[in-house]
């Protein structure tokens, strides 16, 4: 079988790309690992860039979201028991989206099951061929049958544990790590959100985290020890340790109920350059990774795919290989910001368990600078928007 390209990792960046694809008449086949029920099932952060949404758009699967989701004009910091609002509309005139990535992936199913393009689930071992060359293909199997694809190009969406990465020959590749202290212990449940907008918490316990998906469902985050499972925390134990770390007013209009999901992820920053190696390209969790304070996730994956797209059409309408040969340093240039951003993020607003009193104060005067300067607050809008493509 031939495919123009083969797309591997049917996550938010494969299917993004196969449908901004599809809609410029490029073939691309999707090959995943799993079931379409079991990538539906996981759940991510709830923010996305404007530069996301009209990727949506582009990609013609921006309906629902358009219907459902919330504009968010600003976020709440909360240093103990202290607020502070940081005004992104006033700052910059720019706001962020709120609409679960869950849902995104779930839009970009719909919309490729209903072009008909192929995507095949729960392909094993698969193995990229002579990326290096001008025939690369890609093998596989499925039901216990071995295929092939011929293609142009391969693009890698197979996230952090995927194969593609793993094809680029250790002499060229660098990768760039920094692991966190902690994990992010996580709740969702069917309750009113306790505040318009998210409330980012940095308390003597420990960071928490006030996010939600709609009008009646929340989800919140606190910081925990890597050593912590999800059996150690019950709801009530969860919902008393949320109220330690937030403010007082929040504490006290908080509404708890039974938890629907409960999970821990640990926190990691992961750079692998270049992002692109012969005709195989990097995209999303597969090149990148950042802690979700500040759920950049999706919004670096998205901008990846951006720069592919164009490269691709550029190239396939005029014959023009300028933007898929610059892909890897226009997409690493905006990845780093991200990077720095997502680190910064949480430098500021989680306790580290090796933090001496000197680091302490320092935190401290990075989040007194930030509530009372308007030009540092303009530099966080700015990053939490998204900056630009
Ligand atoms: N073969 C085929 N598919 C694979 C393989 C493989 N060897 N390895 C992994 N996959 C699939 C996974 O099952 C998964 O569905 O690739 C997909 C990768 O998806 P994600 O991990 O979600 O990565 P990505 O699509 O880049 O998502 C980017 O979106 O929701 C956020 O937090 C998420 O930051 C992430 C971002
Ligand atoms: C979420 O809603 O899950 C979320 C929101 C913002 C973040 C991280 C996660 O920074």
């Known amino acids: 079988m031939r495919s123009q390209v083969v797309i591997i990792g049917g996550g938010p960046s494969g299917m993004l790309l196969g449908q901004l694809l599809h809609r410029k008449g490029i073939e691309a086949v999707v090959l995943e690992r799993k079931t379409r029920d079991y990538v539906l099932g996981r759940i991510r952060a ?46 910059i005139g720019q706001s962020v989206t709120l609409y679960g990535q869950t849902e995104v992936t779930r839009d970009l199913y ?7 393009a192929q995507t095949i689930f729960n392909v094993e071992d698969v ?15 499925v039901d216990g049958q071995a295929r092939r694809i011929d293609c142009d190009y391969i693009a890698g969406c197979d996230g952090f544990h995927g194969v593609s990465r793993q094809t680029i020959p250790d002499s060229v590749r660098r990768e760039y790590e920094k692991v966190y202290p902690f994990g992010w212990l996580g709740i969702l449940s069917e309750t009113p959100p306790v505040n318009e907008e998210l409330i980012y918490a940095s308390s003597e316990r420990g960071f928490a985290l006030c996010s939600m998906r709609n009008a009646a469902l929340s989800r919140y985050y606190i910081q925990c020890s890597l050593s912590d499972s999800v059996e150690d925390w019950s709801d ?106 997502s680190w910064w993020m949480t430098t500021l607003l989680h306790r580290f368990p090796d933090m001496s009193e000197f680091d302490l104060r320092m935190q401290r005067a990075d989040i007194d600078f930030l509530r009372e300067n308007r030009d540092a607050q303009k530099v966080m809008a700015t990053n939490y928007v998204g900056l630009p493509y």
């Open 46 to 91: 709830g923010i996305l860039e404007s530069g996301m949404v009209d990727l949506m758009r582009e990609a013609g699967v921006a309906d629902r979201l358009d219907r459902e989701c919330f504009t968010h004009d600003g976020t709440l910091i909360a240093v103990d028991r202290d607020m502070f609002h940081v005004d992104f509309k006033a700052l």
């Open 110 to 116: 719909e919309a490729r099951e209903a072009t008909g």
């Open 127 to 141: 193995t990229i061929h002579d990326a290096d060359t001008d025939a690369p293909h890609v093998t596989f199997s």
């Open 236 to 341: 009530d134990a969860f919902w008393d340790e949320l109220r330690r770390r937030i403010p007082e007013e929040a504490a006290d209009s908080l509404v708890t109920g039974p938890s629907i999901e409960k999970s821990i992820a640990p926190l990691r920053s992961f750079v692998t350059e270049p992002m692109r190696w012969g005709r195989l390209f990097l995209c999303g969790d597969a090149a990148h990774i950042v802690p979700p304070t500040g759920a950049k996730g999706l919004n670096t994956a998205a901008s990846d795919i951006h720069y592919l797209y164009e490269g691709l059409v550029q190239l396939y309408e005029a014959g023009d290989p300028e933007g898929i040969d610059r892909y890897s340093e226009r997409a690493l240039a905006r990845v780093w910001k991200a990077e720095r951003f």
